[in-house]
């Protein structure tokens, strides 16, 4: 039997080794996990229908899927293409048989994301997920963290306009200067969903948000020391709030050991908003932009976010799902 006699029958079902891997493991939670109908429902009333004359569009619900794959993977227009292509896992998620179709174009991904973007649909993506969340008991508390991230932009002018995107702008952090945007959330200090997403440049300071990070029922809020001096906007904002700021050492007045214990306490409490940042940055592999302009990832972190949430409460949904 020759070598491509071999490899067409393992394609079709007759392998004798296989193991279930982590993308495929992680993929069929989310295929449980997503609230896929009530999404679907959120795009529809703007998704191309195929009136006049044109090919017939391709199913929401696989482009949606095929969109979430990049995310999930970060992986651009072409890029996920060519990996719908190359793994069956992620076919088999997308709903893509390659005895019927082919994979769709980068093309026409890239117009859906634009369709996406246009509409705003990130925010209301977002805003459903967690009135689904909400709804199978995973609600917000009276505690929130608020925090934000620098995401990097490329700093180089080698492009077609010969400039580096004015949207985007440079700041110091420590020692170090960066170049990019920032992402501040307000998060629930319970169950680490983020409900709150403001997207700045990066040398917007943290603390000048703060009142939009906020749901205005909170009893408590956790800040690193960059929300000092705040506490009365807090107080405006959700009146039953008291503010657990950190405290910051000055060069004449260091912190007692009282000081640091408290601070330690609090940021037990303020860490973590790294695990959701780490989520995103790390897992979802969202370091660096992906577009030019604040809009589009804007668009992209608030698809982010909404995923992160679901990932956030996989074990409480997946005990739903069978139950």
């Not at 007759?14 to 982590?22: D, L, N, P, Q």
């Not at 993308?23 to 229908?49: A, D, G, H, N, S």
């Not at 920032?182 to 319970?190: E, N, P």
């Not at 990832?297 to 409460?313: H, K, R, T, V």
């Amino acid at each position: 039997m020759s070598m491509k006699e071999q490899i067409s029958l393992a394609t079709t079902g007759f392998e004798r080794h296989s193991k279930t891997t982590r993308r495929t493991k992680f993929l069929q939670e989310m295929e449980q996990i997503v609230p896929w109908k009530r999404l679907r429902k959120i795009v529809r009333p703007f998704y191309y229908k195929g009136e006049g004359v044109g090919r017939r569009p391709i199913e929401l619900d696989r482009m949606l899927r095929i969109y979430f794959l990049q995310q999930w993977f970060n992986l651009s227009d072409p890029a996920v293409e060519e990996a719908l292509y190359d793994m069956l896992s992620m076919r088999a998620f997308a709903h893509v048989d390659l005895g019927e179709a082919g994979v769709p174009d980068e093309t026409t991904i890239c117009k859906f994301r634009h369709l996406l973007e246009k509409h705003d649909l990130g925010k209301k993506l977002f805003a459903e997920v967690n009135r689904y969340l909400a709804e199978c008991g995973i609600t917000i508390s009276g505690g929130t963290i608020v925090d934000a991230t620098i995401i990097h932009a490329p700093s180089s002018t080698k492009n077609q306009d010969g400039e580096r995107d004015p949207e985007m702008h440079q700041t110091m952090k420590g020692n170090q200067w960066f170049f990019g945007m920032k992402a501040h959330i307000g998060a629930d200090s319970r169950t680490r969903l983020v409900h709150s997403i403001v997207t700045t440049a990066a040398n917007v300071h943290d603390s000048r948000v703060i009142a939009d990070l906020l749901h205005g029922r909170e009893t408590r809020v956790y800040g690193d020391s960059a929300y000092l001096g705040k506490a009365e906007v807090i107080r405006e904002r959700s009146p039953r709030a008291r503010a657990f700021i950190n405290k910051r050492a000055y060069r004449n007045r260091p912190l007692t050991d009282r000081d640091r214990e408290t601070n330690r306490r609090k940021s037990s409490v303020r860490s973590r908003a790294e695990h959701i940042f780490g989520t995103v940055k790390g897992y979802f592999g969202f370091k660096k932009v992906r577009y030019r302009g604040l809009a589009k990832n804007e668009n992209c972190l608030n698809i982010l976010f909404a995923l992160s949430n679901l990932l956030m409460s996989k074990k409480r949904l997946l005990r739903l799902s069978t139950a």
